[in-house]
């Protein structure tokens, strides 16, 4: 059995940068370096970008005005930040354990091993490390996953070394988002944008692209029946989604043309927002 992991930057979309809209953005900011590692790359007026190495994954944008987020409006469950590897997430817990991090779930979801929590405004957080792809599937060659106990003592015998931060080769792995209703989740992300069903569960479905467990995931089980979200509310501002190529890119858009729906295009990305007014922007 190969130890191969996936190969983002070779499938046909990826998650690039995720922005969130925080209310206090010095709090926040403040905990995705503590907590999450992640470094500060540029800083402007009400702005604050962070990553790993030289690589830009989450910016947030500061506006004490902002609505508080709603838990059961349409909208962010989690960001992923996937560790490169098994060892840089042993790493990661035995640093959130010495700092005393209130963790709120811990999963063996067969694919992947996930920690979860949250950041100082409620925005969910996974930080998870993938098996290898071998892994994955059953014997028709679906893939399968579950919500099985985490086996932590077992995951921090990997550790090798002390936690130096977010590791470089990091990146958000997925994005889990809060949807009205799956089925017409798929409407848009299988059938605008292009993403493969890899599976579905009770209330949620989970879309994926060249061959990924999931890039993102739509689930109603705190928001069923929900509408678009209010513009301007705190939490999840948009999903960068990066095409392999132009083409891809193109594609889609043709796609969301004959569907009737509004873009908007910059030199920098074209923006797509799903039925709830999630902000899907697509990068090259």
């Known amino acids: ?70 838990p059961r409006d349409a909208g962010l469950f989690h960001t992923a930040f996937l560790m490169p590897t098994r ?26 091993e996930a920690l979860y929590l949250a ?44 936690w130096a931060g977010f590791p470089e080769g990091g990146i958000i792995g997925h994005v889990h988002l809060q949807v009205g209703d799956t089925g017409a989740a798929d409407g848009f992300y299988r059938d605008i944008l292009g993403l493969d069903i890899a599976a579905r569960y009770s209330g949620a479905h989970f879309y994926g692209s060249g061959g990924y467990h999931h890039h993102l995931a739509g689930n109603t089980w705190n928001s069923r029946h ?16 990066v095409a392999r190529d132009p083409a891809t890119r193109e594609v889609i858009m043709a796609r969301a043309e004959r569907a009737g729906i509004p873009s908007e295009v910059s030199h920098q990305a074209a923006v797509l927002r799903d039925p709830w007014g999630t902000r899907i922007a697509l990068a090259t």
Do not use: C, K
């Not at 005393?100 to 779930?105: A, E």
């Not at 405004?121 to 994955?136: C, F, H, L, S, T």
């Not at 513009?231 to 989604?241: F, S």
């Open 226 to 241: 929900a509408g678009p979200r209010p513009d301007g509310a705190a939490g999840l501002e948009a999903v960068e989604l």
């Open 119 to 162: 950041d100082p405004e409620g925005n969910g957080i996974e930080v998870y490390a993938d098996r290898p792809v071998a892994q994955w599937r059953d014997t028709r060659g679906q893939i399968r996953m579950a919500t099985d106990p985490l086996d932590i003592p077992a995951l921090l015998q990997e550790r090798r070394g002390d």
């Open 1 to 70: 059995m190969t130890d191969a992991t996936f190969n983002h930057a070779e499938a046909p979309l990826r998650i690039g940068q995720v922005q969130l809209r925080v209310r206090d953005l010095d709090v926040v900011s403040g905990f995705y370096q503590r907590v999450i590692g992640l470094s500060v790359l540029d800083r402007a007026a009400g702005r604050v970008t962070l990553g790993a190495g030289s690589v830009p994954l989450l910016v947030l944008l500061g506006d004490p005005d902002a609505t508080p987020r709603n």
């Open 87 to 112: 060892a840089d997430l042993a790493h990661w817990l035995a640093h959130v354990t010495r700092l005393g991090v209130r963790l709120q779930g811990a999963s063996d979801h067969i694919v992947s």
